[in-house]
């Protein structure tokens, strides 16, 4: 209503100050990057960054490699158009570190080396269970890194400026697109190359604090805008979007109830596996649970994830008062006119904030270009971070351990694992310019289900169960991938609505569109089977696992 | 404290063993290099395991983790069926616009708060000091080897 994105005048000033801003941030973390670069020798200091990391700083670390952009911007955007629902997401997302403080970080940080397999594996056949675990560690990555690229191609247009018919440096918003993706690869896979897991910490580090800067400023300015009184943010939210008091409560997006009792039911139920996948998924993300291993001992692992629920906690809070404050300030009409999906409804809060408080026009210019510089900075770090997991799970689990049956050296290691980032990150790119009108939301929900459903049951079953074995490790990964993809490649996301990604076509049978409800339970389910099924077992190996886990004697 | 072969496995373990035993092997020297002592044996980690100590410490890991793991699972999901299906419920006004649905969110996150301080506070005081206590016997056995 009130602002449309960058008016003429200040579209040129927004614009320069965005690009000088996220060059000084390319500059600075590029920088860190060559640093980080003489520091790492060893094969420990390229995939867990020397071990040497505070719980503070990997805590910071972890925060950057989570509040993605889908985070920053997905879920301020679905609170501006759809209220209360888009809070539902941050509370799962937050809940969801309880099971990684409580029943995975430090079992693991003792018992792993540089790998989720190394943990999956510890007791059982190297390869089968290296082979599962690498296929799930690249497949969810690639999914999710998908998702936070194909986001940076859709958002650059916007937050540049570029509008259809304009052209940008003669780039229409296509070429605009891809020009991104291909540079949000190129630097992530030079991070990585180069830094290795040091040089992506310090880049998540400052990411981090930028992110958490660029939110506090804005939260603070919504509520002075309502003199720090929530129920007058609330009902000028309420009263902007047109829906009412229904604006704050559940319902509006998920667990939709419409005339049609069936559908009202399939809604409902999707609504409650949306919520068990959230809270599953992310102890079971490859790219989050190596991060634990950059600390020195489990006591840094814990209060790293303490660290980290309270910087991604206190993150969530400011996006409940960033989508409010973009639905009162901006308005439905404003956001829906720039993106359909509302992702750019906390760059356009941040122009209305500065006009308000910065002063006119050029304020909101500066607080636009900083915000939208901030979000281009979120989504590089969120890529590196998966392509070092994706990368390191290819060469130490796949090449050094099933290729090279453990006889690899840590040189050709550490080297292999360089040339997997650049192939992982060149075949990131290509998909991902194909893959531009992929829903995003739908990508990282991906990820989510299948680390909840293969991921989370092999973890927990291999840290707590004494007759687990190679059998079910290898079930329960399989098992849970393959259902979590299956359904959802049957549900209505990909076929049969107007909203999937083939309208046009219908093989859909499954109603849900998130898997979670049943491929969570079928994962467990799959490695109580394959486990009961074989008679493996070795006593001494789990006694081994079992006391280095919990005391951290022998631990890497 | 028992340190019983496990005869249980005996085929198909031994066989697996056999087909794993290099990077096995590998992964314990370098654990040993890291580490800057002499490996632990087999039979030390059986007998760790077996031991009265170290059963304490598993069992008060687990007495702490699990009920609370269900607890806030439980709660969690509350939230969320209460969200699905107690619409009324939550759309009931506490003070001006606040309703019963955005402080059930926060408190949420309260509890995540508060689950995370009680469970670093609870690791600091039972758990750390048993591990510390059994991490420091066997690395002193391996160096004094």
């Known amino acids: 209503m009130k602002i449309l994105l960058a008016a003429e005048a200040t579209n040129g000033t927004a614009r320069t100050l965005t690009i000088t801003l996220f060059l000084l941030f390319v500059a600075v973390t590029l920088g860190i990057t060559l640093w980080a670069s003489r520091q790492t020798k060893s094969a420990a200091d390229f995939y867990a960054g020397g071990r040497s990391f505070s719980g503070f700083q990997n805590g910071m670390a972890i925060g950057g490699d989570y509040m993605s952009a889908a985070s920053f911007l997905g879920i301020a955007g679905i609170i501006a158009l759809y209220g209360y629902d888009g809070f539902l997401y941050s509370i799962g997302f937050l809940v969801a570190w309880l099971v990684a ?94 830094g290795g897991m040091k040089g992506t910490t310090y880049v998540q580090i400052v990411k981090a604090f930028l992110l958490m800067s660029g939110a506090l400023i804005m939260t ?28 704050l409560e559940p319902g509006l997006r998920y667990g939709v109830e419409s005339g049609d009792a069936l559908k009202t039911f399939y809604s409902k139920v999707d609504l409650l596996s949306l919520g068990i996948a959230l809270v599953l998924g992310t102890a079971g993300l490859p790219h989050i649970l190596i991060r634990f291993y950059t600390v020195p001992t489990a006591k840094a692992a814990r209060k790293s994830v303490l660290w980290a629920i309270g910087i991604i906690g206190v993150f969530y809070l400011f996006t409940l008062a960033l989508g409010f404050g973009a639905a009162a300030l901006v308005g439905k009409d404003a956001i829906t006119a720039q993106d359909k999906a509302g992702n750019t409804a906390a760059p356009q809060l941040a122009q209305a904030l500065g006009v308000d408080f910065l002063g006119g026009d050029i304020g909101g210019a500066t607080l636009l270009a900083i915000i939208a510089a901030v979000a281009f900075a979120t989504i590089l770090a969120v890529v590196a971070g998966l392509t070092l997991a994706s990368s390191s799970s290819l060469a130490h689990d796949f090449y050094a351990n099933v290729v090279k049956r453990g006889q690899a050296s840590e040189r050709q290691e550490v080297s292999v694992a360089r040339i997997s980032a650049f192939v992982i990150g060149a075949i990131s790119i290509v998909l991902s310019i194909f893959a531009q009108n992929l829903n995003v939301a739908f990508l990282v929900a991906l990820a989510f289900a299948v680390a909840a459903s293969g991921n989370l049951p092999a973890i927990l079953y291999s840290l707590f169960w004494k007759r687990f074995n190679t059998s079910g490790a290898v079930w329960a990964i399989y098992g849970g991938l393959l259902s979590a993809v299956l359904l959802v490649f049957f549900s209505p996301v990909v076929s049969g609505a107007p909203t999937a990604m083939f309208p046009n076509s219908d093989w859909q049978w499954f109603p849900l569109s998130n898997p979670g409800i049943i491929s969570i339970p079928f994962g467990f389910l799959c490695g109580w089977i394959g486990t009961v099924i074989s008679k493996e077992s070795d006593d001494e190996k789990y006694a081994e696992l079992e006391v280095r886990a919990l005391t951290g004697a022998g631990a890497h | 404290m028992s340190t019983d072969a496990p005869d249980a496995t005996a085929p198909e373990g031994a066989a697996d063993a056999g087909t794993t035993a290099a990077p096995d092997g ?10 800057g002592t002499t490996p632990i044996s087999p039979e030390r980690h059986l007998a760790v395991q077996a031991s009265d100590e170290f059963a304490g410490l598993r069992k008060a890991l687990r007495g702490f983790v699990f009920p609370m793991t269900v607890a806030f699972f439980l709660w969690y999901a509350l939230y969320v069926i209460l969200s699905a299906y107690a619409r009324g419920f939550m759309s009931v006004k506490l003070v001006g616009n606040i309703n019963v649905a955005l402080v059930f969110g926060l408190l949420q996150f309260v509890s995540t708060f508060l ?26 056995e391996g160096a004094a080897r």
């Open chain 1, 220 to 247: 603070l300015l919504v509520l002075a805008h309502y003199k720090f009184n929530l129920s007058a943010l609330l009902g000028d939210a309420a009263a902007a979007s047109g829906k009412g008091n229904a604006f």
């Open chain 1, 101 to 194: 403080l409580l029943l995975v970080a430090e079992l693991l940080r003792n018992s792993g080396k540089y790998t989720m397999a190394d943990v999956l594996a510890f007791r059982m056949r190297q390869r089968p269970v290296r082979t599962a675990a690498a296929v799930s560690t690249i497949t969810v990555s690639i999914f999710y890194l998908l998702a936070q690229m194909v986001g940076a191609g859709a958002l650059v247009a916007l937050l540049l400026g570029i509008r259809p018919g304009t052209t940008f440096l003669g780039m229409d918003a296509d070429a605009a697109k891809i020009a991104t993706i291909i540079l949000v690869g190129a630097l992530m896979i030079i991070y990585v190359t180069v």
């Open chain 2, 115 to 140: 689950i995370a301080w009680l469970y670093s506070r609870y690791a600091e005081r039972k758990l750390d000091p048993v591990a510390d206590r059994i991490r420091a016997e066997l690395e002193s």
């Open chain 2, 26 to 35: 590998g992964a314990t020297e370098t654990a040993a290099a890291d580490a």
